[in-house]
């Protein structure tokens, strides 16, 4: 692929390159890590500073910082957060973005990535006879833990990962209150979602418009309605594909294949 220029820059801490570089290996770049850039900046996990904006504008902010700062035209950002569901909102929900920018091809493509296969979690120490099911659950040891001092709130300590280093500090602060290490490096569950996230990425830019080439053409809308295989009344369910270039306008309407009739259970006329 002709996109990527080696080596391509990304902006990002926390080893990220090396979960991301193979993903890359097939196309002949190596990723590379701006010096001393600090995209703590841009918000951190443990709440010492707050992110200001969703997390698909701080990676495009990011990667914009990244190249300004290393004085490039193209580069990659990752970025993640943890949060409730939105339709579900019991449920915590991991979101990964990676972006793509080329200032000189005007390109910029996003990776994204959900799941619900999350590692965030609390425990304080009114609950310490769960401790040993909290450690199990979390899988203390790949999983990092952040060590806070209940009463005071203070971040005691980020990034613990063994158990004598856990024992020690709850001898010294008794009214403890343990927490799941977000960042990625301490974050296996994450780390998943974080390459899945640059599959998406790969996967759009592998998909080019047929008319100008420009990646990320892919289905976009869906329109018309699929009509009701017993009263042929039309239903809310759509029959058609839209697929469009963002750059050239350049369109391909398709039927959808997965059915050619809709079934009356979801008909208005049939099942109102
Ligand atoms: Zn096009
Ligand atoms: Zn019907």
Redesign the pocket.
């Known amino acids: 692929m002709e996109m990527f220029r080696s080596p391509l820059l990304l902006s990002s801490k926390h080893h990220k390159e090396v979960l991301l570089q193979p993903l890359f290996e097939p196309y002949g770049v190596q990723l590379i890590i701006p010096d001393g850039f600090d995209t703590d900046a841009f918000g951190t996990f443990c709440g010492a500073i707050p992110r200001a904006e969703g997390a698909k504008h701080t990676v495009k902010e990011k990667c914009l910082a990244g190249m300004a700062h290393a004085n490039q035209n193209q580069g990659l950002a990752s970025e993640g957060s943890f949060g409730a569901h939105p339709s579900f909102p019991f449920l915590t929900m991991n979101e990964e973005w990676l972006v793509f920018i080329d200032l000189k091809q005007d390109l910029e493509i996003y990776g994204h990535s959900t799941t619900l296969e999350v590692c965030y979690a609390q425990l304080g120490y009114q609950e310490k006879e769960q401790l040993q099911s909290f450690l199990d659950n979390c899988s203390f040891g790949s999983q990092a833990l952040i060590f806070k001092d209940r009463k005071s709130g203070e971040l005691i300590k980020k990034g613990i990962q063994d158990l004598a280093s856990l024992k020690q500090l709850m001898k010294k602060h008794p009214e403890w209150q343990l927490e799941t290490d977000l960042r990625a490096h301490l974050n296996p569950l994450r780390q998943k979602n974080i390459i899945a996230a640059g599959r998406d990425l790969l996967k759009r830019m592998e998909s080019r418009?047929p008319?100008?080439k420009?990646p990320d053409?892919s289905v976009t809308q869906y329109s018309g309605k699929l009509l009701c295989s017993w009263c042929q009344k039309p239903t809310d369910s759509f029959a058609f594909l839209e697929s469009n270039?963002a750059?050239?306008n350049?369109q391909i309407i398709e039927k959808r294949m997965d059915k050619e009739v809709e079934e009356p259970q979801y008909c208005n006329h049939c099942n109102p």
């Open positions: 418009c008319k100008c420009k053409f270039c750059y050239c350049y």
